[in-house]
């Protein structure tokens, strides 16, 4: 069996009157992209923003990486979040510093290397994420939207984290974007071996790149497992998903 | 120990001129301080032009640190002239390799020689520029705000009436308890240090004037200028600030508003009314500061206070004060808005403009006071 990193169970989640999450439970295997699917407000960003203890559920239990995150010491949770990336929606570059110096801000705080050293591995990240080398400089708001997309990715894999988190990562992208920086992100996974966890509304990222995921509605986990699983489970979102036009001119390629 | 620590990361074995480092357990970045160290002074110790062997088939695990520090070391090794090998790589190292290689390779290593004096004259050179900069810009911005200042005088229906009262009421009326509070205030200290030297001659009565004539054509004017700039001018900056990041300006440009028309010259005609009124509601409380301390310390009751101020207030001393009013706002708001345009995108930058646009309206206020109080006393007003 594979090793499970992320073990979450039973879930529940309430803002006020809204229940969001009634009894969720899911499970995470190492090295595989796992994907978060659902519709609009059904919970997706709260999960994911659960996992790397953003948000508290009201009751449930969520392991990442053999740590109980809804009891946790301070000192281990700074280890833990050591141990993992996050690439926010919207990327969530610190305004006020360089790529450079956002991809190598954590490097600084959290290990003792050299200002040297830590240039070189700043150049070899942007490399890695596809930038070209005159982005180092540059502070966010000249990037593009894509630039900015690979540069928040740099920064979330500058601390080589063993789970990678992706809040719609391919949105605002245009197809052909989009379809690069997925293959970015299979390339990475398959190279450096981490989890990538991913929110994502796009079919042809799940398609393409999604080992396995889960699909969220009425409040609950509505199917889990791989594309060729969920697709034949018979139930409404899932086929509003992957029946309606968009899906299947997809499933006729 | 340290030995045990250095066997585990890598170990030497020297043959005449070859020298071969089994590399072992984990290459991560946990690790690299320790590792880097261990190559340090293996570099040291190997000599140059001979040949070197890294064998990494015992290494455990690999990230993408410990493959960057491996390609760096190597650089560093062909530096030397020396000979450079790696064996012993599994396929998926060979891929990883295979990616931070070029960027190792193209990275350029030529070391930028730092000149000390060379750059203090680049900074001087940079600010100095950079200030002559800010000057053009700022009469550029001085005429466009004229300019549809004009525009406004022309076409008086487009003048945004609404936006005016409303910053009159944000800027003027709900400043006036904190203007209150200072200028009855400094009427006290004004009152208090001079009591106390007028006593001694027994001039008491000439407080009034002292009080009088201080606070209506300087003190006044000057204190409500610098509460305005505190309060005003740095929200104008902050507001402009923030709707450049999010890129209003931008979306009103788009649909023709001139923000101008919508932002700028309604702040600034909104104080030019305020200021005036605010100084002469400040002069009220300036005098009633004053006249409190001149009846507790010297015994000078309210009466013959205000007999004595009606003899010695002449308007002139009043409009002396307000007829700075339209200028120092003017100034201040203009100043607010000009470093509000100026932020560009980053958030930290909306506070710097901040302080800047607080720091340059309260010169420029000073400044245009003195030229006021030379230009006045000239003419014998
Ligand atoms: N901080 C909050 N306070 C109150 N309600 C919230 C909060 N965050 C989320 N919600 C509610 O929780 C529900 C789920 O929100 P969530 O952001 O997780 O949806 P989502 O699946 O990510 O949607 P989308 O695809 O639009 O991003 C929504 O109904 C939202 O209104
Ligand atoms: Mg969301």
């Given at each position: 069996?594979?090793?499970?990193?992320?073990?979450?169970?039973?879930?529940?989640?309430?803002?006020?009157?809204?229940?969001?999450?009634?009894?969720?439970?899911?499970?995470?295997?190492?090295?595989?992209?796992?994907?978060?699917?659902?519709?609009?407000?059904?919970?997706?960003?709260?999960?994911?923003?659960?996992?790397?203890?953003?948000?508290?559920?009201?009751?449930?239990?969520?392991?990442?990486?053999?740590?109980?995150?809804?009891?946790?010491?301070?000192?281990?949770?700074?280890?833990?979040?050591?141990?993992?990336?996050?690439?926010?929606?919207?990327?969530?570059l610190f305004?006020?510093l360089t790529v450079a110096e956002n991809i190598g801000i954590a490097l600084k705080e959290h290990t003792d290397l050299t200002k040297d050293f830590i240039d070189v591995i700043v150049r070899a990240k942007i490399?890695?994420?596809?930038?070209?080398?005159?982005a180092a400089k540059?502070?966010?708001?000249?990037?593009?939207?894509?630039?900015?997309?690979?540069a928040?990715?740099a920064r979330a894999l500058a601390m080589d984290?063993?789970?990678?988190?992706?809040?719609?990562?391919?949105?605002?992208?245009?197809?052909?974007?989009?379809?690069?920086?997925?293959?970015?992100?299979?390339?990475?996974?398959?190279?450096?071996?981490?989890?990538?966890?991913?929110?994502?509304?796009?079919?042809?990222?799940?398609?393409?790149?999604?080992?396995?995921?889960?699909?969220?509605?009425?409040?609950?986990?509505?199917?889990?497992?791989?594309?060729?699983?969920?697709?034949?489970?018979?139930?409404?979102?899932?086929?509003?998903?992957?029946?309606?036009?968009?899906?299947?001119?997809?499933?006729?390629? | 120990?340290?030995?045990?620590?250095?066997?585990?990361?890598?170990?030497?074995?020297?043959?005449?001129?070859?020298?071969?480092?089994?590399?072992?357990?984990?290459?991560?970045l946990?690790?690299?301080?320790?590792?880097?160290?261990?190559?340090?002074?293996?570099?040291?110790?190997?000599?140059?032009?001979?040949?070197?062997?890294?064998?990494?088939?015992?290494?455990?695990?690999?990230?993408?640190a410990?493959?960057i520090?491996?390609?760096?070391?190597?650089?560093?090794?062909?530096?030397?002239?020396?000979?450079?090998?790696?064996?012993?790589?599994?396929?998926?190292?060979?891929?990883?390799?295979?990616?931070?290689?070029?960027?190792?390779?193209?990275?350029?290593?030529?070391?930028?020689?730092?000149?000390?004096?060379?750059?203090?004259?680049?900074?001087?050179?940079?600010?100095?520029?950079?200030?002559?900069?800010?000057?053009?810009?700022?009469?550029?911005?001085?005429?466009?705000?004229?300019?549809?200042?004009?525009?406004?005088?022309?076409?008086?229906?487009?003048?945004?009436?609404?936006?005016?009262?409303?910053?009159?009421?944000?800027?003027?009326?709900?400043?006036?308890?904190?203007?209150?509070?200072?200028?009855?205030?400094?009427?006290?200290?004004?009152?208090?240090?001079?009591?106390?030297?007028?006593?001694?001659?027994?001039?008491?009565?000439?407080?009034?004037?002292?009080?009088?004539?201080?606070?209506?054509?300087?003190?006044?004017?000057?204190?409500?200028?610098?509460?305005?700039?505190?309060?005003?001018?740095?929200?104008?900056?902050?507001?402009?600030?923030?709707?450049?990041?999010?890129?209003?300006?931008?979306?009103?440009?788009?649909?023709?508003?001139?923000?101008?028309?919508?932002?700028?010259?309604?702040?600034?005609?909104?104080?030019?009314?305020?200021?005036?009124?605010?100084?002469?509601?400040?002069?009220?409380?300036?005098?009633?500061?004053?006249?409190?301390?001149?009846?507790?310390?010297?015994?000078?009751?309210?009466?013959?206070?205000?007999?004595?101020?009606?003899?010695?207030?002449?308007?002139?001393?009043?409009?002396?004060?307000?007829?700075?009013?339209?200028?120092?706002?003017?100034?201040?708001?203009?100043?607010?808005?000009?470093?509000?345009?100026?932020?560009?995108?980053?958030?930290?930058?909306?506070?710097?403009?901040?302080?800047?646009?607080?720091?340059?309206?309260?010169?420029?206020?000073?400044?245009?006071?003195?030229?006021?109080?030379?230009?006045?006393?000239?003419?014998?007003?």
């Amino acid at each position: 069996m594979k090793n499970i990193v992320i073990n979450m169970k039973d879930i529940v989640t309430r803002f006020g009157d809204n229940l969001v999450h009634d009894r969720v439970s899911l499970t995470i295997n190492e090295a595989e992209i796992y994907g978060l699917l659902g519709g609009s407000g059904s919970g997706k960003s709260s999960l994911l923003k659960e996992m790397i203890m953003l948000l508290r559920p009201q009751s449930g239990s969520i392991q990442v990486l053999g740590k109980d995150v809804l009891n946790i010491s301070l000192i281990e949770a700074e280890e833990l979040k050591q141990k993992w990336g996050v690439l926010f929606q919207s990327g969530a570059l610190f305004s006020s510093l360089t790529v450079a110096e956002n991809i190598g801000i954590a490097l600084k705080e959290h290990t003792d290397l050299t200002k040297d050293f830590i240039d070189v591995i700043v150049r070899a990240k942007i490399n890695m994420v596809g930038l070209p080398r005159y982005a180092a400089k540059l502070y966010p708001a000249e990037l593009s939207g894509g630039m900015v997309k690979r540069a928040s990715l740099a920064r979330a894999l500058a601390m080589d984290p063993k789970i990678l988190f992706l809040d719609e990562p391919t949105s605002g992208l245009d197809p052909v974007g989009a379809e690069e920086f997925d293959q970015l992100i299979l390339g990475l996974r398959d190279l450096l071996g981490f989890t990538v966890v991913m929110v994502t509304h796009d079919l042809d990222s799940i398609w393409n790149i999604v080992d396995r995921f889960c699909v969220l509605g009425d409040h609950k986990i509505v199917a889990q497992g791989t594309l060729d699983e969920v697709i034949k489970i018979n139930h409404p979102v899932i086929e509003g998903f992957f029946k309606g036009a968009r899906g299947s001119i997809r499933g006729r390629m | 120990m340290r030995n045990n620590a250095n066997k585990s990361v890598v170990i030497v074995e020297k043959e005449d001129n070859t020298s071969l480092l089994r590399c072992n357990g984990a290459w991560t970045l946990k690790n690299i301080t320790e590792i880097t160290s261990v190559l340090q002074s293996i570099f040291q110790t190997t000599d140059k032009k001979s040949n070197i062997n890294f064998d990494i088939s015992a290494v455990d695990e690999f990230d993408s640190a410990g493959i960057i520090l491996l390609l760096h070391t190597v650089k560093i090794f062909k530096v030397n002239s020396n000979n450079v090998n790696i064996s012993g790589v599994s396929n998926s190292q060979e891929k990883m390799l295979a990616m931070f290689r070029g960027e190792e390779e193209s990275a350029d290593t030529s070391i930028t020689k730092r000149y000390f004096f060379l750059n203090i004259l680049k900074t001087v050179g940079k600010n100095t520029v950079s200030v002559l900069r800010d000057i053009v810009q700022f009469i550029a911005f001085l005429g466009e705000s004229i300019a549809s200042l004009g525009h406004y005088i022309l076409h008086p229906s487009s003048i945004r009436f609404k936006a005016i009262i409303k910053n009159i009421e944000e800027a003027g009326v709900r400043a006036l308890p904190i203007v209150a509070v200072t200028s009855f205030l400094i009427g006290v200290v004004i009152a208090y240090q001079s009591a106390v030297q007028l006593e001694k001659f027994g001039a008491n009565l000439f407080i009034v004037d002292m009080i009088a004539i201080s606070v209506t054509r300087e003190l006044a004017p000057l204190i409500t200028a610098i509460v305005v700039a505190g309060r005003s001018g740095s929200s104008y900056t902050a507001q402009i600030g923030v709707m450049k990041i999010t890129e209003e300006i931008d979306a009103m440009k788009t649909m023709s508003f001139d923000p101008f028309r919508f932002l700028v010259l309604p702040r600034i005609i909104a104080l030019m009314i305020a200021m005036p009124l605010m100084i002469f509601f400040a002069d009220i409380f300036g005098i009633c500061g004053g006249m409190f301390i001149a009846e507790i310390k010297l015994n000078l009751s309210y009466a013959e206070f205000i007999n004595r101020l009606q003899n010695v207030l002449e308007t002139k001393h009043l409009w002396v004060g307000i007829i700075k009013a339209p200028f120092f706002a003017f100034l201040i708001a203009t100043v607010g808005c000009f470093r509000g345009f100026q932020v560009s995108y980053s958030t930290e930058s909306i506070g710097r403009y901040t302080t800047i646009s607080v720091v340059n309206a309260i010169f420029l206020v000073i400044a245009c006071d003195a030229v006021f109080s030379v230009f006045l006393t000239e003419l014998g007003i």
